[in-house]
Structures are given as C-alpha cells and as structure tokens.
Nanobody, 125 residues
Framework: QVQLVESGGGLVQAGGSLRLSCAAS????????MGWFRQAPGKEREFVAAISWNDGSLKYADSVKGRFTISRDKVKRTVYVQMDSLKPEDTAVYYCAARPERYGLGYSKSDYNYWGQGTQVTVSS
C-alpha cells in the first residue's frame, strides 16, 4: 500500500502562486509515475500533470501548460506542483495520485492505483 498526503492548498488572488506537495509513505517504489488531478464542483476529475518516478519525464494538461510545473524529490518521496499565474478557473480540489511500478505516465483516473485525500485551491478574481 502507498499512502499519499497533500498539503499547500489555500486561497489566492488571480495571478498569484501556490505550491502543492504530496508526500508518499508505505510501500517503496523505484519506477512508475505520480500525478496531479483536480475536480471542480459539478465537474469530472481531470488530469493536471504527471511525472515519471525514475526518469523524470513530464506531461501536462493543455489548460495548465506554461503555468504549472511538476517536480519530484526521490529522497523525500514527495511530488510538487508549482502553480503560477493562477486563474479563477483553476479553483478545485487537487488530488495527488500514484501508479507505482507501472510503465508510462497516466492521464486518466483509471491509470492510478493510489490517491490522496485532496487539498482545496481557491482562486479569487
């Protein structure tokens, strides 16, 4: 089992920045990927970004490309997403997810085995 705990959410004005963290514990893994998803009220959970655990390859949703940066610290077993130039439409609950020991980056909810509890991000206009 892998446990994921997100932190760093909050309220920010449009144009501002936030950094979310996701700390993994439990079973260790040396490959696979971790990702961020978000879910706004009344909408489906959508992919935001993913990073390969071993080679660091990246993938972003078009809606956040150029504004969000995903990174990982393998020693701390933590994944981050730096969110800049935030917009009101970025308001959502942000979830961290993991797909340990699986090939490739995942882009859909079903690609991931483990999920965090979510952290709220609210961007005011």
């Amino acid at each position: 089992q892998v446990q994921l705990v997100e932190s760093g959410g909050g309220l920010v004005q449009a144009g501002g920045s936030l950094r979310l963290s996701c700390a993994a514990s439990g079973r260790t893994f040396s490959s696979g990927a971790m990702g961020w998803f978000r879910q706004a009220p009344g909408k489906e959970r959508e992919f935001v970004a993913a990073i390969s655990w071993n080679d660091g390859s990246l993938k972003y949703a078009d809606s956040v490309k150029g504004r969000f940066t995903i990174s990982r610290d393998k020693v701390k077993r933590t994944v981050y997403v730096q969110m800049d130039s935030l917009k009101p439409e970025d308001t959502a609950v942000y979830y961290c997810a993991a797909r340990p020991e699986r090939y490739g980056l995942g882009y859909s909810k079903s690609d991931y085995n483990y999920w965090g509890q979510g952290t709220q991000v609210t961007v005011s206009s």
